[in-house]
């Protein structure tokens, strides 16, 4: 692919701050929903294997249920976080974007009702289970495969994307242009380390599991137990198939010895070793988010290095600054975001950790930052649709 083609694609327009702040962003954002994947596969999979048991084992009794609840909750987070790295590599990797769903477009569009299909099933295993016990077998399997190919679909757009040598063969195979959308790109040892990643994060998040119900008096230490050697027994063997995949994945592409990938095995033997003891899950998690943030470094680098062999590089796309844009979301994503995710996460703790009904009008922690939530969104709403009313008006008059 010549070099001209790709940069003729870009936005004329330019961007409207630096591309390493957007690189950054994307980076970070990847790994957030990636989490958010790799928790509701874990423990979908982990649910329809304790639909299984529960009806004889009071232990999966209790724990399946847990389990298709954060499965589903998952699904609408990584939905919901799945957007940003959506954005942040349309603003930077256009020519990619676009040409991924050109290539892909019908896949594009089963994939939108893969997911609807995929979550509505669920919620329907869900309430079979909730129903009766060991209830919707069958419909969660059919679940987890749904969504799983959509997990593939978007697997095969991310793969297209860095093919622009052969974006041309498969746009007119033989000549012959192929307008049918039905492009379709897999990579098997990305793929299958991606996916192995849910093994080790659904063991990492049973040792969490274990951790919070140890203070709840309702949930017996004989359960506790059980959950924290299943996690440890999931996670350390999960952590070993993901670092033998990762190899493979980095000898293939030819990045075995580059730091980020050295860095990268260091951070997962460190997470072997403290998932094996289970010291202390919750500062596992935290190694586990920088080991996340590493994997998705190295995805970025991967693309940057194909691009800018094919003289594409992204530092040198054109700056507009656009400031009060810019000012907008950092002041919308830290202060109005971070506020909103700690009165949640606040609010979920408490709950957790309160046997009973939680009554959030009388906790001052809660209830400040309810207040400081409500408090900053409406101010946002103020300012962002007076500040979109003023530039329409300033624009059209």
Request: with cysteine; hydrophobic share 55%.
């Amino acid at each position: 692919m010549d070099a001209s083609v790709l940069l003729a694609l870009r936005d004329p327009a330019g961007i409207p701050f630096y591309p390493v702040v957007f690189q950054a962003l994307y980076i970070l954002t990847w790994a957030l929903h990636a989490a958010f994947v790799l928790l509701a596969l874990g423990s979908m999979g982990l649910s329809i294997y304790g639909t299984f048991k529960q009806k004889d084992d009071s232990h999966w009794k209790i724990l399946t249920p847990h389990l298709i609840q954060t499965g589903k909750l998952s699904i609408s987070i990584l939905i919901v976080l799945g957007v940003a790295p959506l954005l942040f590599t349309q603003v930077i990797y256009d020519p990619n974007w676009y040409v991924a769903n050109t290539l892909s477009g019908m896949w594009v569009f089963i994939f939108i009702y893969t997911l609807l299909v995929g979550y509505i099933l669920y919620y329907w295993y869900y309430y079979a289970n909730k129903a009766k016990e060991g209830g919707g077998k069958l419909v969660g399997i059919v679940s987890f495969l749904v969504l799983v190919f959509a997990g593939i679909l978007m697997h095969n757009f991310a793969v297209t994307s860095i093919m622009p040598n052969e974006w041309m063969n498969m746009y007119a195979p033989n000549g012959v242009v192929d307008t049918s959308g039905l492009t379709f790109n897999m990579d098997i040892p990305r793929l299958v380390f991606l996916v192995s990643l849910a093994i080790p994060v659904v063991g990492i998040f049973l040792q969490n599991y274990s951790r919070f119900l140890s203070t709840r008096e309702d949930f017996s230490e004989d359960f506790v137990k059980y959950c924290a050697i299943l996690g440890t027994k999931i996670g350390a063997v999960g952590l070993v198939i993901s670092a033998v995949t990762f190899i493979i994945w980095m000898i293939e592409v030819g990045y075995l010895m580059n730091p980020v990938t050295i860095a990268t095995i260091i951070g997962v033997l460190i997470l072997l070793y403290m998932v094996y003891t289970n010291v202390n899950s919750y500062i596992t998690t935290g190694v586990l988010v920088v080991v996340a943030l590493l994997i998705s470094s190295i995805r970025e680098l991967i693309r940057f290095d194909i691009m800018t062999g094919l003289g594409y590089n992204i530092y040198d796309y054109p700056v507009n600054l656009e400031l009060p844009s810019i000012t907008m979301f950092l002041l919308t994503f830290v202060i109005m975001g971070f506020i909103g995710v700690a009165y949640l996460l606040t609010m979920a703790w408490k709950v957790g950790k309160t046997q009973g009904v939680f009554d959030g009008s009388k906790d001052k922690a809660v209830t400040r930052l309810g207040n400081y939530t409500l408090f900053i969104m409406s101010i946002w709403m103020v300012i962002y649709f007076g500040w979109g009313m003023v530039t329409l008006f300033k624009n059209i008059l």
